[in-house]
């Protein structure tokens, strides 16, 4: 079973940074397009960013040009590097493995708190 851990979350204030990391159990990042998600208490699981096992991204129109994702698949690990963070930023953030033989393999989640 393919375990995915993310780690970097915490406490930041306003307008700081920084780079969430999901390490996969086994080498799966070149075969498949790896994302970040972000979930609030009550709200969907919505799609931050992602990555293709091409290397083409996609992003939310909410982090365009704050967040960036990438992936180093010698070290089985994906980041999310996220900038001039606020308040509306805060929420547990997901990272998610998906092919279509396979289907999604969920982390379970690490927590960012923007407040001042």
């Known amino acids: 079973q393919v375990q995915l851990v993310e780690s970097g979350g915490g406490l930041v204030q306003p307008g700081e940074s920084l780079r969430l990391s999901c390490a996969a159990s086994r080498s799966i990042s070149s075969t498949h397009t790896m994302a970040w998600y972000r979930q609030t208490p009550g709200k969907q699981r919505d799609l931050v960013a992602q990555i293709s096992s091409g290397g083409s991204t996609n992003y939310a129109d909410s982090v365009k040009g704050r967040f960036t994702i990438s992936r180093d698949n010698a070290k089985n690990t994906v980041y999310l590097q996220m900038n001039s963070l606020n308040a509306e930023d805060t929420a547990v953030y997901y990272c998610?493995?998906?092919?279509?033989?396979?289907?999604?393999?969920w982390g379970h989640g690490t927590q960012v708190t923007v407040s001042s």
């Open positions: 998610n493995a998906y092919s279509i033989y396979f289907g999604s393999i």
